[in-house]
């Protein structure tokens, strides 16, 4: 707990209450104290489990000041390690990722040890009268995989280990019913869910409604076709059950397929529109644009002008305005931003309220070392302009970069 004497009002009363005062983003000794009650005892995620398709194959996190290796093992079991000798504490491996041939070999004093992280050799301690390699292994470090088909015990164990383990138990005809039957209990169960709630918002794996899940990317040639369509049309056309339709598929790829779900949450649009139209609502100041590889929330800005504002009239255009720069400005505390005003900083959007549009979700490979993203782009917009300069003319980037990293307390002095 944060000594209450740190704090600058009483959490109790929330009339009182201000948003954390800026000291509490940068203060060494708050960020100590968040640091051993909060970050060291959570969890952390560390990468997807495709990254340990193969025994060797490791990924490196640094924890603040420590460093973790997640390694795949010989047994295909995953496991994580301190990255540390047991020697004399070195530093075992350095790349963010990559895969070890049989060892994991340190640089210092050649001490080796197997993917599995027990100590293989060390040099020259056969001299050691008693030394238990066994007792040298690298110190394990707590790991768990979690998944979106935890709460179905078929699925569930279906879709953990290598990849080959993982195309075969999907592909297993034996496996099929519970499978089947697991994913139509879920969605008789979210069914139910989405009639009692009135804020669209549903469970992990309840989002999967199959005429929303679309084949986005097909990796055989003779799949093309599928491109586009829904798991529900797929399975419609073959006269299969959805499950079967979505997993023959995958299977036949080698499970590189890629599928979108799209509008699984707050898709009641009238409890959406709602929301949207309460005056203390923000609209944005979210993590739009946080989930890069797999989801494209940042196109909110677009589909609120144009759907809620252009086509459902939820509010005047000047509110939306409003509402999507001075009012996120005022209650994040940066002030000077949001009008439109002699003197102030020239952040100014030019677009067509008729022409407004989020274009298809696109993958595209910009991200360091050819790995990609997701993108949506937009339609409409003429002009960005930051501090005064064009930045896109027409949807194309100009090249030009005069924004710099806004923080609330820059503005506090
Ligand atoms: S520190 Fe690793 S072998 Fe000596």
Known sequence: ??????????????????SLPARYFYDEGIFRQEREKIFYPAWHAIAHESEFEEAGSYVVTDIFDQSVIVMRGPDGALRAFHNACQHRGNRLLHDRRG?????????????????????????????????????FGLKPVKLETMGLFDQLPAWNEATIGTLEERRAKLGDPARRSA?????????????????RRSDGEQG??????????????????????????????IAKEQGKHPVDALLDL???????????????????????????????????????????????????????????????????????????????????????????????PADIVVYELEKLAVRPMETIKDLPDGDWR?????????????????????????GVLPGKMLRSYDMAG
């Open 1 to 18: 707990m944060i000594p209450q004497k740190t704090l600058d009002w009483n959490p109790g009363d929330p009339e009182q209450a201000m």
């Open 99 to 135: 895969k070890t041939h049989a060892v994991i070999r340190c640089g210092y004093h050649s001490w080796c040890y197997n993917q599995d992280g027990t100590l293989r050799t060390a040099p020259r301690t056969e001299r050691l009268k008693g030394f238990d390699k066994s007792k």
């Open 179 to 195: 499978l089947r039957r697991d994913m139509d209990g879920s969605q008789r169960r979210t069914i139910a869910a989405d009639m």
């Open 204 to 233: 992990q794996v309840s989002m999967f409604k199959w005429d929303s899940t679309f084949i986005d990317d097909v990796h055989l040639d003779k799949n093309q076709h599928l491109r586009g369509k829904t798991v529900a049309q």
């Open 250 to 344: 995958a299977v036949e790829e080698d499970l590189k397929t890629e599928f979108s779900m799209q509008d699984f949450i707050n898709n009641n649009e009238e409890a959406v529109g709602q929301i949207l139209k309460h005056p203390l609502t923000l609209i944005g100041a979210s993590d739009g644009g946080a989930h890069t590889k797999f989801l494209t929330l940042g196109r909110y800005p677009t589909h609120f002008l144009a759907h809620w504002v252009r086509d459902k009239q939820i509010m005047t255009l000047e509110e939306a305005h409003w509402r999507l720069s001075a009012m996120l400005g005022w209650a994040i505390g940066i002030r000077d931003r949001g009008w439109l005003r002699e003197g102030m």
């Open 374 to 398: 997701r993108v949506q782009k937009a339609d409409g917009y003429n002009y960005l302009i930051v501090n005064g300069q064009v930045t896109f003319e027409d949807g194309k980037c100009t």
